[in-house]
């Protein structure tokens, strides 16, 4: 039975996406809020500005929306779900700085920039030889000029989302174990909030990294979502 309930919540929630999908994407055409391209991209990639952006925003509505109707469970579903729109409010905002960066991305503040900017600078003169591939590293985490978050905006964002997963789990629900293949549940007791804190983390950049490929993020996700849903099953999770 929960196998059938399980496929009424998956087409459900794609016929959600395929109603709102392409209303979206005439939003974005009709609002030219169009992908832009990094120039030292390969050439082929030239084709795609203009790509229509933060398609995550309908995933997250449709799944949010099924799964808050009829899959509610305040510790398997909602919390997880709540975790999941934090992130990605941060990523819609992360995308809208880049598409309207001339319009309201001045309002940064420039005092924080100020306050973060030094304490990175010593850091890189103290490493040394590391300071050229941790400059790389920050541009490839996003800190461009032309537009979007910075850097170190985005690292506090993720850590303040990190920080609250790993504080809620830990002292709110209690959890303190991980279950590893071969070896049943491992008890980590006050180092499971610092593994969760950098698991998390480390997860969302992983998937911001595959994002941006032609179905690489979506195919990866396909992947890992019927893994889960396996092992929900098995284990007679929501």
């Not at 609002?31 to 050439?43: A, H, N």
């Not at 999941?84 to 598409?99: H, M, N, R, Y």
């Not at 850091?123 to 590293?137: Q, R, T, V, W, Y």
Request: charged residues 15%; hydrophobic residues 50%; glycine residues 10%.
């Amino acid at each position: 039975m929960n196998f059938f309930l399980d496929l009424l919540h998956l087409f459900g929630a794609l016929i959600i996406s395929a109603i709102l999908y392409p209303l979206w994407i005439k939003f974005v055409y009709a609002f030219q809020m169009g992908e832009s391209v990094r120039e030292d991209g390969p050439p082929t990639h030239k084709k795609k500005q203009g790509t229509p952006t933060m398609g995550g925003l309908v995933f997250i509505i449709s799944v949010a929306l099924m799964t808050f109707l009829f899959n509610r469970s305040r510790t398997q579903t909602l919390f997880p779900l709540f975790v999941a729109s934090l992130a990605g409010l941060f990523g819609i905002i992360e995308d809208f700085t880049k598409v309207f960066s001339d319009a309201f991305f001045v309002a940064e503040s420039h005092e924080l920039k100020r306050t973060f900017k030094k304490p990175l600078l010593r850091i890189g003169n103290i490493l040394g030889p590391l300071s050229d591939p941790l400059k790389e590293f920050w541009y490839v985490m996003g800190s461009a000029d032309d537009g979007g978050l910075r850097s170190y905006q985005k690292v506090l964002s993720q850590f303040l989302i990190g920080g609250f997963v790993a504080y809620w789990t830990y002292f709110k629900l209690g959890w303190d174990y991980v279950w590893f293949p071969l070896l049943g549940n491992v008890t980590l007791g006050f180092a499971y909030p610092i593994f969760i804190f950098f698991l998390f983390v480390a997860v969302l950049n992983f998937v911001a990294f595959t994002d941006g490929l032609d179905g690489l993020a979506g195919g990866l996700s396909f992947f890992t979502f019927c893994g889960y849903w396996v092992i929900a099953y098995v284990l007679g999770y929501y």
